[in-house]
């Protein structure tokens, strides 16, 4: 490399330069990598394509760490969950091979659902986020929220005409999830609602559902037959379902 009259570059401007063209194109993890080494004998006994090879890596890394905690606070997890951390030698029902198996996330390039219920404590909301962190981790949009919020949120925005943009915007959202659903009963404008969540969603995206009230006791929940017919059809029977049972983990722990 030379400067503007044609002298040769010193090391040191040259990767000072080299440094400055990184930083405008945006290369920080490269850039970061680079810097150590000059700081370090790192790269003293690497070969050239090898160095080439620690540079990309270090930049992929960067931005996939970037990616992840993006798509962690988009997702706006309300617990700290990751299903590495799962606890198998407490009486909950768990089946290990199954929730490995969901860790795959296949279920979401299936576009398949999973219901976990149970009581209040057993750790429902904690699969649920758990999964969700996973997903985040390979790039998959994920949304956690409160159903009962959710719908509060849903109700305003038809009030003030800004229903269809929350929906399209939840389209986007390849996995979300819905917490303590039937925690409270519907009324009319959420069972639609949910109608419209779960029709918009069916066959093309996965849904995460959490509830005290057991699979067998949703359609009683959901209040009008055809609307409970149309929802279950469309989320219960090709789901993955975890059961969970035991004493709340709020008093174990205590």
């Known amino acids: 490399m030379k400067t503007s009259n044609n002298q040769p570059m010193c090391g040191r401007d040259m990767n000072a330069a080299t440094l400055d063209l990184m930083l405008k194109m945006r290369l920080y ?106 997903a985040c981790e390979i790039g998959i949009k994920t949304l956690y929220a409160n159903t009962q919020k959710l719908m509060n949120k849903l109700k305003g925005a038809k009030t003030r005409g800004t229903y269809e943009q929350e929906m399209k915007k939840m389209e986007k959202v390849q996995l979300l999830i819905l917490d303590d659903l039937f925690l409270i009963g519907l009324d009319a404008k959420e069972r639609a609602i949910l109608m419209d969540i779960v029709e918009d969603r069916h066959g093309r995206k996965s849904m995460i559902l959490t509830s005290q009230v057991p699979v067998s006791g949703w359609y009683e929940a959901i209040g009008d037959p055809t609307i409970a017919d149309a929802i279950l059809d469309r989320i219960v029977h090709t789901a993955h379902q975890i059961e969970l049972y035991g004493d709340s983990l709020r008093k174990v722990n205590k």
Not at 47 to 53: G, N, S
Not at 74 to 79: E, G, M, P, V
Not at 81 to 86: F, L, P, Q, Y
Request: aromatic share 12%; proline share 2%.
């Open 29 to 134: 993890g490269m850039r970061d990598a680079f810097t150590a080494s000059l700081n370090s004998t790192f790269a003293e006994n690497m070969t050239p394509d090898a160095f080439v090879a620690s540079l990309v890596s270090s930049e992929w890394d960067y931005r996939n760490d970037k990616m992840i905690a993006r798509l962690t606070k988009l997702a706006d997890f309300r617990y700290n969950a990751n299903i590495e951390d799962v606890d198998y030698k407490m009486a909950r029902g768990l089946d290990r091979n199954q929730i490995e198996r969901l860790a795959t996330m296949d279920f979401i390039r299936e576009d398949q659902n999973v219901i976990i219920t149970g009581p209040s404590g057993v750790g429902k909301s904690w699969f649920a986020t758990a999964y969700g962190r996973k």
